[in-house]
């Protein structure tokens, strides 16, 4: 008598679950970690109220965010530094950018978010800083009022 053995029809197959749970994790992730509107900005910086102050139409392609806080000190690259830092800060930079010959000095912007209690002086002593590095686009930031801030009706 010939004994058959039973083979078996099912075939092994690897639970997909723990790998789609992984996926939507880090795509959650990722949306909560990047804001692209509000990359380098700071939250101790508060914007001067202005009824001009509009968002920009689009991304600047090539920004340098210079950020100064109300002590009149500069936030640049993750390190709170002085004016007569951010002179050699920027002029690294402009360096930087020459050697790699991909982009132009003027294709670059340099936002500025001064805090509404900075002096005047001490933002355009910043722009002026800037200017010496070769720098040549600007763009300041202010915060976007519902009333007029103009003075005149």
Known sequence: ??????????????????????????????????????VEQDQNINLPLSELAKPPETSYEKPITLQMTKKETVLFGGDEISIEQTATALLREAQIIQADGKTKLKDVTVVIRADKDARTGKVQELIEVAQDAQFETFALRGQQADESTLGGK
């Open 1 to 38: 008598m010939k004994i058959k053995k039973k083979r078996s029809s099912q075939q092994a197959s690897g639970d997909m679950t723990p790998m789609i749970d992984m996926t939507f994790q880090l795509i959650a992730f990722f949306m909560v970690l990047i804001n692209f509107s509000e």
